[in-house]
């Protein structure tokens, strides 16, 4: 199937689509490039702001993970160890990808986007199951916030 083409882009964000048709137009070999840049761009927690996370337990790394909603916004805050790449590479395609989104944009998101991504090709299903549940946490806590929980 062509990634252009795939149902769950028009479920996602265009930040996010942008992502994920990068990926997919690149070979294996510039995936990995990728997420290790992805993993440079998550975003560092505001100093002097302290932040509820919450441990995604289904990664296997410590990660960690809070979302809120200001002005409408969804504004999206990580935790993970530095030698663990893959996980940060995750948090900032999740930052870039949904960060500054509504509610609604950030609930729609299809849990399995990366696949027209061909992350298998390059990350193991355990992990991206993982990712699966960062975005499930990140989904729960918007509705908490939301008052929709």
């Known amino acids: 199937m062509d990634v252009r083409t795939d149902p769950r882009l028009e479920r996602c964000t265009p930040k996010l689509r942008e992502i994920i048709q990068m990926f997919a137009q690149s070979p294996k070999m510039l995936k990995t490039e990728l997420l290790l840049d992805f993993a440079k761009r998550m975003p560092r927690l505001p100093e002097g702001v ?12 410590p990660f960690f993970v809070h979302a809120e909603v200001r002005d409408g916004r969804v504004a999206l805050y990580f935790d993970a160890p530095k030698e663990a790449p893959t996980v940060r590479a995750f948090a900032g395609m999740l930052a870039e990808g949904l960060g500054g989104a509504t509610p609604e944009e950030v609930l729609d998101t299809p849990e399995d986007f990366y696949v027209p991504m061909g992350l298998s090709e390059v990350v193991s299903p355990l992990r991206l199951r993982g990712l699966e549940a960062v975005l499930r946490r990140i989904k729960r806590q918007v509705l908490e916030r939301t008052g929709r929980a």
């Open 50 to 61: 302290e932040v509820p996370l919450e441990r995604v337990h289904e990664c296997q790394t």
